[in-house]
């Protein structure tokens, strides 16, 4: 079947963006993840809050969600919007390492050892770490936190498939990960050169047949539509290989060119991305490729197969989502270790300094890193619960609402119901009564639709 004959079906399930100004006016601007945002933290958030965030999130008795960032990469891809740290030798972590020892020592002191770590995700640029690393990591969190052996947990961790093999992948798995998100953006070498990022297709094929050899839980696989010289008919071949691998999950991100703000940005000519239409088509042919072959749509950039635990948690209206995205398990609190990396403790939302000297230099000091932060009112948190039934179940019962905080929902949320009504009229949502329902196409644009609830966001 061709793009064009696809475009032109309307296939079952996921609705196709017939409308190029809907992108225009809700497709662009940074991606809308949770409440509060990090933007809404503020300076001045101490140690001693952090340590009392960390004494309410201990009396909740809520699992735990750990991540951990690693920044160190050695590539240098030319649409790179991350904060990272370049290196070519993996010697070069081995003093993050120990900061990061420093950190979970520090927290682990305020925090109840006996609490389940019942998910816990590496993100950024994991796979620059030589195996002899991950183990140490991992030894040093079991050390200080307790990991969990539970065959329920979700472990999860980024892998770049040009900094793995079927070495790494087994090496994981001995580890504890049951989980992996494979980035692999494109398969044409055209789009991949454009980008400065070669990765033989072989490549994602080893490791993508050796995860499901491995028995690893839930493979997903990452892709990037918008970047220098795709097509709907290059796309279209891409997805078709990367369907025909068979993946449990797949993110479909759109890449936003800002080279005025990400530096590596510089080395991608705008007269090289595809103009409007071929976005348009792009993305529509993508989306009826991963109807036809029974992905389920879950919201923003996100699909899974039916019997994903994602998407059987959404049939359920029992998905949630925390600071690592979509998620399967019972809301719980998020911790997150290394640069950058934001936790929600009890009432409270944090972030770690941004900058590496910056994180060391507090730790070297003895101190929890904690740069900034938010405790969270009462208005906070039914905003936070508003947002993520938006984005989980797709719509939003004001009454249930209401009734779980004590109040006239509607009347208390008057002003984002008010600046919904554009999004009505585009035909994103529908308002029925005291419900809310997000349209199928409203569903790609879930984290516009959810951000007008935002009192914080300037
Ligand atoms: S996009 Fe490329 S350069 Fe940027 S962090 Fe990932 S691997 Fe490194």
């Given at each position: 079947m061709t793009a064009r004959a696809i475009i032109d079906d309307h296939p079952q399930g996921i609705a196709l963006i017939r409308d190029a100004g809907l992108l225009r006016r809700y497709g662009s601007g940074s991606r809308y993840a949770?409440?509060?945002?990090?933007?809404?933290l503020t300076t001045g958030f101490s140690d001693t809050e952090l340590a009392t965030a960390l004494a309410h999130s201990n009396a909740s008795g809520r699992d735990l969600s750990v991540y951990m960032h690693l920044p160190f990469c050695r590539q240098n891809c030319h649409h790179c919007a991350n904060s990272r740290i370049t290196a070519?030798?993996?010697?070069?972590?081995e003093p993050y390492i120990s900061r990061l020892d420093r950190e979970m020592v520090l927290v682990s002191r305020h925090l109840d050892s006996k609490r389940e770590i019942s998910q816990l995700h590496w993100g950024?640029?994991?796979?620059?770490?030589?195996l002899g690393q991950m183990s140490d990591l991992i030894d040093r969190l079991d050390a200080r936190f307790g990991l969990s052996n539970s065959r329920h947990r979700d472990y999860s961790i980024k892998i770049d498939p040009r900094e793995a093999d079927v070495f790494t992948l087994r090496h994981l798995q001995a580890l504890g990960f049951n989980r992996l998100s494979l980035s692999v953006l494109e398969l044409d070498p055209r789009v991949q050169r454009a980008i400065n990022r070669y990765q033989p297709q072989v490549l994602t094929e080893q490791l993508v047949d050796e995860a499901h050899r491995l028995g690893f839980h839930s493979l997903g696989l990452e892709l990037m539509h918008?970047?220098?010289?795709?097509t709907r008919e290059s796309f279209a071949e891409t997805l078709e290989q990367v369907i025909a691998m068979a993946p449990a999950r797949l993110s479909l991100f759109h890449y936003t060119h800002q080279p005025e703000r990400f530096t590596?940005?510089?080395?991608?000519?705008?007269?090289d991305l595809p103009q409007a239409d071929e976005q348009l088509a792009i993305l529509n042919t993508a989306l009826a490729m991963l109807a036809d072959a029974g992905y389920?749509?879950?919201?923003?950039e996100v699909f899974a197969r039916p019997e994903d635990p994602l998407a059987i948690a959404q049939a359920r209206g029992k998905l949630s989502r925390c600071l690592n995205g979509y998620s399967a398990f019972p809301p719980c609190d998020h911790l997150g270790l290394g640069v950058g990396a934001l936790s929600r403790l009890g009432d409270s939302v944090t972030r770690n300094p941004m900058t590496l000297g910056e994180y060391e230099a507090r730790l070297d000091a003895g101190r929890l890193p904690v740069e900034r932060g938010l405790r969270l009112t009462d208005d906070d948190h039914l905003r936070a619960r508003a947002i993520e039934r938006l984005m989980c179940d797709m719509c939003l019962d004001l009454t249930t609402l209401g009734q779980e905080f004590g109040l006239d929902a509607g009347r208390h949320l008057g002003d984002a119901l008010a600046r919904l009504a554009p999004a009505e009229r585009d035909g994103l949502v529908r308002r029925r009564e005291q419900r809310i329902e997000v349209t199928p196409t409203g569903r790609l644009l879930i984290h516009r639709l959810a951000a007008v609830f935002d009192a914080r966001a300037g």
């Open positions: 949770s409440y509060p945002t990090a933007e809404s070519s030798n993996p010697r070069r972590v950024g640029t994991p796979t620059f770490l030589t918008g970047l220098p010289g795709q590596a940005q510089r080395r991608i000519r705008a007269e389920v749509h879950i919201g923003m």
